[in-house]
């Protein structure tokens, strides 16, 4: 049999995963050398970190550094976020953070910055305020602790964000993103009244093959990476309304690809379409009531709320909740007040 060699590069989700079927030829070997002979980009350390963390798996099972492959063995491994390819620089920027330990960090990330640098973000990011922040910090600097990305949100979206401090914890986590064990739940306004109080949406998701800025949504199983968000109404507005999402998988612009998929864009998400009117009356007063909540918040209106993990040390579940920000909180008063008032 062939080996076969199937690389996920998750977007949203920071992991690779692959997946082999030893061949029929194969003369015993340790698997750390056999995955450093086979993976191009990855280290000794990566493979190491990624087995201590039970993230090396024969015919389904955990193994060590030292297991020896044998003919047709189906051999998995996901291996955390790969290293930049863009150098990142220490700067000091503001950041909240929510929790710190040993282990981890749990920021609660503002708009309109960007996670990590590359693609005409190389400054100004996340990571860069990060690597200050820990480089200036002297419990930090005795750990060596550096900025491990576990996952990330899109530049305009607010909320909470998990970051390991070392490779190994990095490692742990990357294994519960791919199992989808980590519970993560989003706020969003979205145009429209969603006939549903609760419901689930599905669809394969990919570049859009006309933008590919964007991403789109697909039925053929073998296009795109499969995707589910589960949504619940919290609040009805008549033209807009405030759900609640939780993630399933995690791809790259998920929640914003499937409510434009299901007629629903988040409001002003100029991506998919949400920043004009789409739903409402043609009055010159609607108009500019909605233009002034577009000035309110003028990004798309989401926001990460909340995060539970198993701690990658202590194994302890963890979770964290976050406010609306100030912006996303103002537009929503704003809309019930319209809808109040009859308008």
């Known amino acids: 049999m062939n080996e076969i060699n199937e690389h996920t590069d998750e977007s949203g989700e920071l992991f690779e995963h692959f997946r082999f079927v030893i061949d029929r030829g194969q003369a015993p070997l340790r698997i750390d050398k056999y995955l ?10 990566r493979i190491q ?16 550094p030292n297991y020896k492959v044998r003919p047709l063995d189906v051999v998995t491994i996901v ?20 929790f710190e330990d040993s282990e981890i ?25 990060l690597l200050f922040y820990l480089q200036n910090t002297p419990e930090n600097k005795a750990l060596d602790a550096k900025p491990y990305l576990a996952h990330r949100i899109d530049k305009d979206t607010t909320g909470i964000l998990l970051i390991a401090k070392n490779e190994l914890a990095q490692s742990k986590l990357a294994k519960q993103f791919f199992d989808h064990s980590i519970e ?27 933008d590919r800025t964007v991403m789109a949504i697909y039925e053929e199983e073998e296009v795109g990476r499969h995707a589910v968000t589960h949504f619940k109404v919290l609040e009805r507005f008549g033209y807009v309304t405030l759900v609640e999402c939780r993630l399933e998988t995690g791809r ?23 920043d004009r009117i789409l739903v409402g ?10 233009q002034n909540c577009f000035t309110l918040i003028p990004r798309q209106a989401l926001h ?9 040390a202590t194994r302890q579940h963890m979770f964290f909740d976050s406010d609306l920000p100030e912006d996303l909180r103002s537009v929503v008063e704003k809309w019930r007040g319209y809808t109040e008032r009859g308008n």
């Open 281 to 290: 009356t043609t009055f010159t007063k609607y108009r500019q009531f909605v």
């Open 184 to 210: 993560r739940t989003y706020v969003a306004l979205v145009w429209g009244d969603l006939v549903d109080d609760q419901g689930v949406i599905t669809g394969n998701i990919a570049r859009s093959e006309r």
């Open 79 to 98: 291996l955390a976020y790969p290293p930049r390819d863009t150098e990142a620089y220490p700067e000091e920027i503001p950041i909240r953070i929510v």
């Open 36 to 45: 450093f002979a086979k993976l191009a980009d990855a280290s000794r350390n």
């Open 304 to 312: 990460a709320k909340s995060l539970g993990f198993i701690h990658p």
């Open 105 to 129: 960090l749990v920021v609660n990330k503002e708009a309109g910055m960007v996670v990590h640098p590359g693609h005409g973000n190389f400054t100004g990011t996340l990571l860069n305020a």
């Open 252 to 274: 790259t612009h998920q929640i914003r690809a499937h409510f434009k998929h299901i007629g629903h864009p988040l409001f002003n998400d100029p991506k998919y379409g949400g």
């Open 49 to 64: 970190n990624a087995a201590k963390a039970g993230n090396i798996l024969v015919n389904d099972l955990p193994v060590k």
